[in-house]
């Protein structure tokens, strides 16, 4: 439930009533600063962040994990979906400066801090408020990252997996990381796109990989059919 999630900090959980949350474009914002600093694979990271953000004082051990497990490509187009401060994004531009990256968020405070933390850690991205998709039409990637906000429940996780096909180049991968709905989402992810792997299993975190199918390469089967 809302009240339980850990995700959500406690004094943004609901007791009975609806409330707004770091997922949504209402969400509350607090004057209280944060600054963070991450070190990957050899590059070291700074993160301005505030109360009413996902993880505010910290990264969080699932995007640790996930930014460890990323198959990225050589080159093209990343979606940061639901980026927060920015660290996934911000992270994969560092590490891979031949992509070309987009992080975007429904929380306007969320992605006033991703813009402000790309500059401050020397990254060219694009920054964008966007309801999973809604500002990205026409448009499409190489892959599409996601430390989903499963306190938002499947109604929000799911249209994102539904969406990410249309959104995605022919070839191009879905990687997000999980430590709760790991079977109902890869079983979304099979059903959306014909495949799911989990490509890492760390501390109670799974990291799943869906593939869109590309029709110059006939001949992968199906979960199904393996």
């Known amino acids: 439930s809302f009240e339980d999630d850990p995700r959500i900090p406690r004094g943004l959980r609901p007791s009975g009533r609806k409330a707004p949350h770091y997922f949504s474009k209402d969400a509350p914002r607090s ?4 600054m963070i600093r991450l070190s990957i694979r050899g590059e070291m990271l700074d993160f301005a962040s505030e109360g009413g953000i996902f993880s505010k004082d910290r990264i969080d051990l699932g995007t640790q994990i996930l930014l460890k497990s990323l198959e990225l490509p050589e080159s093209g187009t990343v979606l940061d979906m639901g980026c927060g401060y ?3 994004g911000i992270s994969i531009a560092k590490m891979s400066p031949s992509l070309r990256v987009t992080m975007v968020d429904v929380n306007p405070s969320a992605v006033k801090l991703a813009r402000e933390n ?3 850690n020397g990254v060219d991205a694009e920054v964008l408020r966007s309801d999973l998709y809604s500002a990205l ?5 190489d892959m599409i990252v996601s430390n989903p906000p499963l306190a938002a429940g499947y109604a929000v996780v799911f249209p994102m997996i539904e969406g990410a096909l249309s959104h995605l180049n022919s070839g191009g991968s879905l990687q997000i990381v999980l430590r709760r709905g790991i079977n109902a989402i890869p079983k979304k992810m099979s059903e959306v796109f ?16 869906s593939l869109k199918p590309d029709p110059r390469k006939a001949g992968c089967p199906r979960d199904s059919e393996r």
């Open 137 to 141: 039409e026409g448009r499409s990637f």
């Open 118 to 120: 790309a500059l401050r």
């Open 31 to 34: 004057s209280r600063k944060y």
């Open 194 to 209: 014909g495949n799911s792997e989990c490509i890492s299993k760390k501390s109670g975190y799974r990291v799943f990989r």
């Open 86 to 88: 920015g660290a996934i």
